[in-house]
């Protein structure tokens, strides 16, 4: 961009002549009056078989996935410090890219937020060229450099509405290109501070990176599904409310527990016959694991003898590391929903609680009223509406689930 000032009111005209040329056919796209970074776009991605007019998205468990193994996940953590609050205080979104293009996260202002998502600017989405035509979080990854797209220089009409900033991410080390971070809304995300401020959260982010990181272990051992819609799931095959209870303990306590302390967090009423009952349900798991090799859970105490991941577990990894995103996709709201287990009724109520005073401290609007109304929390809606902008059409609609809560 070479610093230069844009006199954007100009190159909107600009832009629009082009779409006229565009769809007349008469249109030579080396002729078209766009800045060259753009006509270079929109040649690439009008040369594409098939490209799309809206993103490609990621499932929830695959979006999961892929941010676990991404290295951008030690990063996300700087952005959200230091560029989060300021876009949300003017009405933006920030979002991270990794290297294909696909946003892995997106924070920011709750009525951006709701208005993106419109149109597909969400997590998990893909805004690569390849998958949406020109726009800068794709336009930065292709080319290499920080790049600024406003309004109809998009490739598609549906997102001329969006103005966008974007930088891309090297690794330190090798000097590859691993990301892009981006700034998206309205006229904000394209003034003239925007690419500086991109660039130098970036330069903290690639620091960030030389720092020494844990090991990360993808998908090692199996997973244990707490909210899955048909029941608890181990790594796929359904199991007993039962023995999903007990997993889940023994995997909360890796020091394993002995058969009076599970009696203790399995009944709310234990009687006489209750130990007897944990030994015999532990004799039936142990059959249950014994499909697969490696599973196996020793005694005096119980405890796991392999790597167990549950999504309880996964939501303090995401806590702890102050991935608040991540935390609320994972969050298990409905985490053995039918359990009346005291153990996981402390548990569910921990992993509530944690989410909650995590959310309060640094929560856009977006995050407080999506957790607000998993919980059916009032005082989480009335913070988000302390962050709504005073304009923002979604407020009468929370002040309304608000009133309807406290009643």
Known sequence: MGGAVIDW??????????????????????????????????KRSLSIPGIRREPAVLSDERLRLTRERSELQRIWPVFEKLLVPAATDANLLVALADAQGTLLWVAGSGSSMDGAERVGFAAGANWAESSVGTSAPGLA?????????????????????????????????????IGAVDLTGGDEAIAVHSLPLLRAAVAAAESQLLLPGPTHRPDSGDFLDLGAAEGPELSGQ??????????TLLGAHPRGLSNAELVERLFEFPDAAAAGTVRAEIVRLRKVLAAVPGRSIAARPYRLGWDLHTSLGRLWQALESGDLEQALA????????????????????RAHAALREVAMDRGSAHQLLRLGR??????????????????????????????????
């Open 330 to 349: 994972l969050h298990p709201a409905d985490m053995l929903a039918r359990s009346q287990a005291p153990g996981i009724v402390e548990l569910r109520a």
């Open 9 to 42: 009111t100009a190159e909107a005209r600009k832009a629009a002549r082009a779409h006229e040329m565009l769809g007349s056919q008469s249109g030579n796209i080396d002729a078209l009056p766009l800045r060259n970074v753009v006509r270079e776009s929109w």
């Open 141 to 177: 990854l292709a080319t290499g450099d920080g790049v600024q797209v406003s309004g109809a220089e998009h490739l598609y009409e549906h997102v001329h509405h969006l103005n966008c900033s974007a930088a891309p991410i090297h690794h330190p080390k090798t000097g590859r290109i």
């Open 238 to 247: 359904p199991i007993s409310l039962r023995h999903a209870e007990i997993l």
């Open 374 to 407: 998993q919980l059916a929390d009032p005082q989480l809606l009335q913070a988000a509406l302390r962050e709504l902008p005073a304009d923002s059409p979604a407020r009468s609609l929370v002040v309304a689930e608000v009133e309807a809560m406290i009643r």
